[in-house]
């Protein structure tokens, strides 16, 4: 009997949609576990199509050109260790999230999940059927339990699995990031080998798809909990990691400990990761933002250039009589120091032959919001046709504040076709800068040192759509505001709730209000970076039309 056993790990990043060449990673994949000659050769849930697949999955031709792929695969695999990876499965007219075994040129075995997730992102009850709880696999003489991703976090399938002869999990995964979610997913695993006394390898994919974005982050730990290896977060590896049996049973023998970044890079790396999978996937290598001087556009700016290099990114300056020097010259100075192209579109022109257009319409009325809105709506056209022109992606700019109240003018400076910072609060926002300016990593394709300057990070707030305009006008001071979301909609909390914490009554109300009543623009608004277990997205799904009001 073997006392080794050699899992090659494939922590990759597939595209949803592309079969092929999902395939083609995980016949690379394989061929590097064959030359490493390990017995078994291990990719994450779902990655013959990509994941999350949502409703394409449930297209006739779609999951049986993935399960064709997969069949393929087993024939093309057939010289060398078994192959272990994640693909839709029908059996008896049911669709299921299967994780297939392929040795000696065919399927030999098939993993059908059990527990199918249906909260935040996931639909998968309405997308798939659930399979029984089935017992592990062979491979060579050595059985093999896999709880696939949501399976992972019961206790009753690794039990099942252990009862049933396992002698280690291996746990194929596409479990998205939210901030902290390593450690959520670190106890549950542990909670597993505690409880079965068994190895745990717990296989993680890594990339971006529209909002998610897969963090790897692929670990493993030895009977107790003990950590066995960790590979990196966000980055693509394909490692080799042994097995050694004893009298007691399997251990994994210790590996590397990839660092495990804090909150504030892993929030950055996921925004840059993001946008660069969002682009290349998409198929655009070069975006355009409008470089309004506020501290929002230049982290924007910064994002994009660490995703796709300053060669690649275009900032527009377009200012109205109301745009201050101050802004005129941070804009500039935060394109020159990320390298960043730099044009200067000045929208008064644009600006007064819409206003002379309807002014016989608007006749006798004041102006009001409608006139700060054009300004922001022009800027949106003019950004709209240079994107078009060049074939450069529209960033938009809005933070996750100025969503939630609805402090932005759909059709303007709302237009875009992705977010970054879509899910960070404005308070989040300041910090982050700070956090870019004193930090550097080799996956970040932007320069050194301060790139976004302090007069930047630290003046008031201002849309500068009018004389004097600050957002304190219009809104609670954002350390105020933020508290508030996020009892209100990364809590679901209550008006009550934020009494409690010490808010305002009357503020309170007036902010659930505009969040409410903001819900149209969410709806169609541009896709961005999932930081948390509540963005605006999947996560947290609202009527448009909704006249309910908390009165408690």
């Not at 089935?134 to 003489?141: E, I, L, R």
């Not at 963090?215 to 909990?225: A, E, I, R, S, V």
């Not at 982290?299 to 005129?328: F, K």
């Not at 709806?523 to 970076?529: D, K, M, W, Y």
Request: aromatic share 8%; glycine share 10%.
């Amino acid at each position: 009997m073997a006392d080794r056993f050699r899992i090659t790990l494939a922590q990759l990043n597939p595209t949803v949609g592309d079969i092929e060449g999902n395939a083609a990673k995980a016949f690379a994949a394989w061929q590097k576990g064959r030359a490493a000659q390990a017995d078994l050769v291990a990719l994450p849930e779902m990655f013959i199509t990509g994941y999350n697949t949502q409703d394409l999955v449930l297209k006739p031709v779609f999951h049986r050109a993935a399960m064709d792929a997969v069949q393929a695969l087993a024939e093309a695999c057939a010289d060398g260790p078994a192959l272990a990876i994640g693909g839709p499965w029908v059996e008896d007219g049911s669709l299921f999230n299967a994780y297939l075994i392929l040795n000696g040129g065919r399927i030999v075995s098939k993993v059908l999940k059990h527990h199918l997730p249906n909260e935040t992102v996931f639909d998968e009850v309405r997308l798939y059927d659930a399979g029984p709880m089935g017992g592990p696999y062979a491979v060579g003489n050595v059985r093999i339990g896999s709880p696939i991703c949501e399976d992972g976090w019961h206790e009753d399938v690794a039990e099942t699995l252990e009862e049933t002869g396992a002698e280690f999990l291996l746990i194929p995964n596409g479990s998205p990031y939210f901030r902290n979610k390593y450690d959520i997913r670190l106890n549950h695993m542990v909670a597993r080998t505690v409880e079965t006394g068994l190895p745990v390898i717990y296989l993680n994919m890594v990339g971006g798809q529209d909002d998610q974005v897969f963090d790897g982050g692929t670990f493993g730990l030895n009977p107790g909990g003990a950590l066995a290896f960790r590979m990196p977060v966000f980055d693509e590896a394909v490692e080799n990691i042994d097995l050694l049996r004893g009298d007691v049973g399997w251990r994994i023998d210790s590996g590397e400990v990839a660092e495990q970044p804090d909150a504030w890079e892993q929030d950055y790396r996921a925004m840059v990761q993001s946008l660069r999978d969002y682009m290349d996937k998409t198929g655009f290598n070069k975006a355009v933002l409008g470089l309004s001087g506020g501290v929002d556009s230049a982290l924007v700016a910064a994002i994009a250039v660490d995703a796709i290099g300053a060669e690649n990114v275009r900032c527009v300056m377009l200012p109205s009589e109301y745009t201050s020097q101050g802004s005129l010259d941070d804009a500039e100075a935060v394109a020159k120091a990320l390298g960043a192209h730099y044009d200067y579109v000045p929208i008064s022109e644009g600006r007064a032959a819409v206003t002379n257009s309807l002014a016989p319409l608007f006749a006798g009325r004041d102006e009001d919001l409608t006139e700060e809105n054009i300004q922001s709506r022009l800027r949106g056209l003019l950004l709209m046709a240079i994107s078009n022109k060049f074939g450069e992606m529209l960033l938009t700019t809005g933070n996750k504040s100025e969503i939630a109240v609805g402090y932005a003018t759909i059709y303007g400076d709302m237009n875009g076709g992705y977010n970054p910072i879509k899910d960070l609060y404005k308070t989040r926002v300041f910090e982050t800068c700070r956090w870019r300016n004193a930090n550097h990593r080799d996956w970040m394709m932007g320069p050194e040192g301060e790139v976004i300057r302090p007069s930047v990070i630290d003046k008031p707030p201002s849309a500068e759509l009018r004389e004097d305009q600050k957002d304190s006008d219009s809104l609670p001071d954002y350390p105020v505001l933020d508290a508030i979301l996020d009892i209100l909609v990364d809590q679901d909390g209550s008006i009550s709730d934020c009494v409690a914490a010490g808010f305002d009554e009357a503020e309170v109300r007036r902010v659930e209000h505009l969040i409410y009543i903001s819900e149209y623009k969410r709806f169609q608004s541009a896709p961005g970076t999932r930081l948390t277990p509540r963005a605006f997205w999947l996560d947290r799904r609202y009527p448009i039309v909704n006249r309910w009001r908390d009165r408690n």
